[in-house]
């Protein structure tokens, strides 16, 4: 099993970011989907999650409306649209995914991760 992602960087505030986590080892079919972040001196925060049964999403009220998240499953690939980025969005990113129909918040209900990527938003 491995999961890696990419995508992040430095970007300035209003600006975007896609971040992709691929798959390998397992299919995304029937893995619920979760992006969580975790800022310096804060705890891990779910950002956005995605179900496995249906493909319904989810978002903390702190990113709704400019995050979008999405799957490719003939890429086996996880991705987090993210727009209109504002500096509280700095943090590492990390993707999730759960072998189950529904999502969760809780991260420690998931069974892989991404290594995290920092995405830094600033003038």
């Known amino acids: 099993v491995q999961v890696v992602e990419s995508g992040g960087g430095l970007v300035q505030p209003g600006g975007s970011l896609r971040l992709s986590c691929a798959a390998s080892?397992?299919?995304?079919?029937?893995?619920?989907i979760g992006w969580f972040r975790q800022a310096p001196g804060k705890e891990r925060e779910g950002v956005s999650l995605i179900d496995s049964i249906d493909d319904s999403s989810h978002y903390a009220d702190s990113v709704k409306g400019r995050f979008t998240i999405s799957r490719d499953k003939a890429k086996n690939t996880a991705y987090l649209q993210m727009n209109s980025l504002k500096p509280e969005d700095t943090a590492i990113y990390y993707c999730?995914?759960?072998?189950?129909?529904?999502?969760?918040?809780?991260?420690?209900?998931?069974?892989?991760w991404g290594q995290g990527i920092q995405v830094t938003v600033s003038s």
């Open positions: 080892g397992f299919s995304l079919d029937y893995y619920a």
């Open positions: 999730a995914f759960r072998e189950a129909e529904d999502s969760s918040w809780y991260p420690e209900l998931y069974d892989y």
